[in-house]
Nanobody, 116 residues
Framework: QVQVVESGGGLVQPGGSLRLSCAAS????????MGWYRQAAGKQREMVAS???????VYVDSVKGRFTISRDLAKNTVYLQMNSLKPEDTAVYYC??????????WGQGTQVTVSS
C-alpha cells in the first residue's frame, strides 16, 4: 500500500507561480513512476508530468517550459513547480504513484485556481 498526500494548491493570479508537493508513505525508490495529473471541471483527467526512479521526465505539451517536476528522495516527496500560470491551468491536481505491480495510487487532490 502507498499513500500519497498532495499540498500546495491555492488561488494565484495569471502569470504567478505555485509549488505542489506530494508526500509518499514509502520510499519513492520503490515507486518506479510518479506523476501529476489534473482534472478541470467538465473535462477528463490528464497527465501533466511524470518522473521515473531514474529521473526521466515527461510533460504534456501545454505545460512544457512552464512546469517542472522534481523529487527529494530523502523526504519521499515529489514536487511540481508551476510558473507562468494561466487560467486554463485551473484544475484539481492529483498525485499518482505506480508500483512495480502496476497498481496506481492516488492522492485526494489539491485545487489550483488561476484567476485575477
Amino acid at each position: 500500500q502507498v499513500q500519497v498526500v498532495e499540498s500546495g494548491g491555492g488561488l494565484v493570479q495569471p502569470g504567478g507561480s505555485l509549488r505542489l508537493s506530494c508526500a509518499a508513505s514509502v520510499s519513492i525508490f520503490s515507486i518506479p513512476l510518479m506523476g501529476w495529473y489534473r482534472q478541470a471541471a467538465g473535462k477528463q483527467r490528464e497527465m501533466v508530468a511524470s518522473i521515473t526512479t531514474g529521473g526521466d521526465t515527461v510533460y504534456v505539451d501545454s505545460v512544457k517550459g512552464r512546469f517542472t517536476i522534481s523529487r527529494d528522495l530523502a523526504k519521499n516527496t515529489v514536487y511540481l513547480q508551476m510558473n507562468s500560470l494561466k487560467p486554463e491551468d485551473t484544475a484539481v491536481y492529483y498525485c499518482n504513484a505506480v508500483k512495480l505491480s502496476g497498481t496506481p495510487y492516488w492522492g485526494q487532490g489539491t485545487q489550483v485556481t488561476v484567476s485575477s
